[in-house]
């Protein structure tokens, strides 16, 4: 497979509050932050991703932009793994999401470091404009309720997560696919190989599971369970839910949620809704 790598010094200042004119965003605030997904596909054989993976937990942790809530997701792809350094996060999957929006972007090739924006826009720190306007454009679009209850880690079957989503689609005009990641909070490696040979990297919201369990239906409901088993063992402080609507045609993300702690067996509850 081909493969393109960009990635220019990150200008973290570029969504800071402090260095853009956020004003006009702000005005249109409500009590609720909007969710915006920001996915990252990179990979640890990568040598211009530790500076992709330092800006998404910045973006995590910080919280920049006004009005949103940033639902961030490390997605690590398979193909630098033939360069002496197997990534142990990446996976296959992982890798076929990108090449969906490879395609969807008309793009000649996957690279890495690449961020996606609620599924419809790549977020490119080089241009201070363009990364304001995929910002104002993701905090105004409009997203389905989506909601998520009693997230724990089931006591009677290991390495289960179960959990309850509500997604209210009654306003929504088109289905959209349900998505649940589960995610490793912090992920620390020693390399040992290829481009990042001899540095320690962390991670952050590192995707562990993907799993698709369902679809809305325009103008209905849509309330299930969930189960996931996990793919390796984790402690549970150090595991997170995110759930993705994700409109089948456009790729558009629609609506999302979080849950940022999760409890052998209490329930956790968190709702990311906006009208």
Known sequence: MAVRTKFASVAFSLVCC????????????????VPVVVELFTSEGCSSCPPADAFLQRLQSMQ?????????????????????????????QLTDRQQVYVSRFG?????????????????KLTDEAQVRAVFEKAVKDQRIPVTITSAHIDPAGFGILRGHIDIDGTSAKQPADIYVAVTLHQANSDVSAGENKGRKLTETEV?????????????????????VKLKSSEAPANLGVVVV??????????GAASVEEIGPAQPSTVSDNHP
Do not use: M
């Not at 793009?107 to 977020?123: A, C, I, K, R």
């Open 107 to 123: 793009l000649p090739s996957p690279y890495t470091p690449q961020f996606v924006v609620d599924g419809t826009d790549e977020l």
């Open 245 to 254: 609507a994700q409109a089948g045609g456009t790729g558009k993300i629609v």
């Open 207 to 227: 995707v562990l599971n993907l799993e698709k369990i369902g679809k809305t239906t325009p103008g209905h409901v849509l309330s299930r369970d969930f189960e």
């Open 18 to 33: 402090a260095t853009v004119n956020w004003e006009h965003v702000c005005a249109a605030q409500t009590s609720t932050p």
């Open 64 to 92: 920049p932009i006004p009005g949103a809530k940033l639902i961030t997701l490390s997605e690590h792809v398979t193909y630098w793994n033939h360069d002496g350094w197997k990534d142990p996060h990446s996976s296959d």
